[in-house]
């Protein structure tokens, strides 16, 4: 059974940066797509960002394309969140989540291990 634990949430002013994290433990984490997610008051959980067991690709979703950058360091079982140009709208709580699958995918059912989640604050 995979755990995942994330870190690194908090408050921070518009236009800041926060690095989450999200450690792994438990299971074969070379095995898994590891994606991030959101959810913020009164809205659905919202998929960011994934990156694949495969080859490392990754994806983003266009509302933080070209702010976020989802990275994995396999020696430290770990994947990355490194969030910039934070903006109001992304206060949320964020989570990781694993598949059993070893590509991304877009649906979130296919996310069988999940986080507890860190509150992220963007906020003047």
């Known amino acids: 059974q995979l755990q995942l634990v994330e870190s690194g949430g908090g408050l921070v002013h518009p236009g800041g940066s926060l690095r989450l994290s999200c450690v792994t433990s438990g299971s074969t984490y070379d095995y898994h797509a590891i994606g991030w997610f959101r959810q913020a008051p009164g809205k659905e959980r919202e998929g960011l960002s994934c990156i694949s067991a495969m080859d490392d690709s990754t994806t983003y979703a266009d509302s933080v394309q070209g702010r976020f950058t989802i990275s994995r360091d396999k020696a430290k079982r770990t994947v990355s969140l490194q969030m910039n140009n934070l903006k109001p709208e992304d206060t949320a709580i964020y989570y990781c989540?694993?598949?059993?699958?070893?590509?991304?995918?877009?649906?979130?059912?296919?996310?069988?291990?999940w986080g507890q989640g860190t509150q992220v604050t963007v906020s003047s």
């Open positions: 989540a694993a598949s059993d699958l070893l590509y991304c995918s877009d649906y979130e059912k296919s996310y069988d291990y």
